[in-house]
């Protein structure tokens, strides 16, 4: 079991440029969700989707996109980076909203 | 809504002693799951111990145990017999039963273990 794996590790972006952060489990669970962390703030949840075709918006969703055609994959498309946006993101899965099992995260910097 | 306030930023101890870091939430809801989880500088989120709001015993994991106490919603983590390896972030979390895809998190409590 690879758990939940996250590409690229790291990013930088020009303000303007859009891209996406992939996510994907092998651990067959329900429930996906994406983090971003930044200094003295936690984890603050961006979007999450509880099965494929499902999707919701959490804390923070402005200017982050989301789609769950699969129960492995939940990708993460910033539509226009903002230097905002510089920050530690983390996909997460669970079973049903228990454990979350977390990636490596993504270093994301917007200049 | 949900909010987790951890109130110590930072935090050091000496190897082999003992460190408590607290954990405090805020939540009108009867279920829920609390959780520690401990970030090295890898960057990976591992869990540490986690407890369910309907069980009144305290869970434990080895060296880690919490003393969860409902009615002050309150939620520390004590490490015992510390490790230079347990030096992290550490994380507390909150999830309830009925929108169990919200995980709240606090800001985080720095710990250093001393030599």
């Known amino acids: 079991n690879a758990g939940v794996t996250q590409t690229p590790k790291f990013q930088v972006l020009k303000t303007g440029q859009s891209m996406t952060l992939q996510c994907a489990q092998d651990?067959?669970?329900?429930?996906m969700s994406w983090y971003r962390q930044d200094p003295g703030m936690g984890l603050r949840l961006i979007h999450y989707?509880?099965?494929?075709?499902?999707?919701d918006q959490g804390e923070v969703p402005n200017g982050y996109n989301v789609s769950r055609s699969t129960t492995e994959d939940f990708p993460l498309r910033l539509l226009s980076a903002a230097p905002s946006q510089t920050s530690v993101y983390f996909c997460?899965?669970?079973?049903?909203?228990?454990?979350?099992?977390f990636g490596q995260g993504t270093r994301l910097t917007v200049v | 809504a949900q909010t987790v306030t951890q109130s110590q930023p930072e935090m050091s101890v000496q190897e082999a002693e003992t460190v408590t870091l607290s954990c405090t939430y805020d939540?009108?809801?009867?279920?829920?799951?609390l959780f520690w989880y401990k970030q090295p500088p890898s960057r990976q989120m591992i869990l540490v111990i986690r407890?369910?709001?309907?069980?009144?015993q305290n869970a434990t994991e080895n060296r880690f145990s919490v003393n969860f106490q409902k009615a002050a919603k309150s939620f520390s983590l004590k490490i015992s017999d510390s490790q230079l390896g347990d030096t992290a972030m550490y994380f507390c979390?909150?999830?309830?039963?009925?929108?169990?895809?919200?995980?709240?998190f606090g800001a985080g409590t720095r710990l250093t273990v001393k030599p």
């Open positions: 997460a899965s669970s079973y049903r909203g228990d454990e979350a099992f």
């Open positions: 651990m067959n669970h329900e429930y």
């Open positions: 989707s509880v099965g494929a075709g499902i999707t």
């Open positions: 939540t009108s809801e009867s279920n829920y799951y």
């Open positions: 407890q369910e709001a309907y069980k009144q």
């Open positions: 979390a909150f999830t309830n039963l009925i929108n169990n895809n919200d995980m709240r």
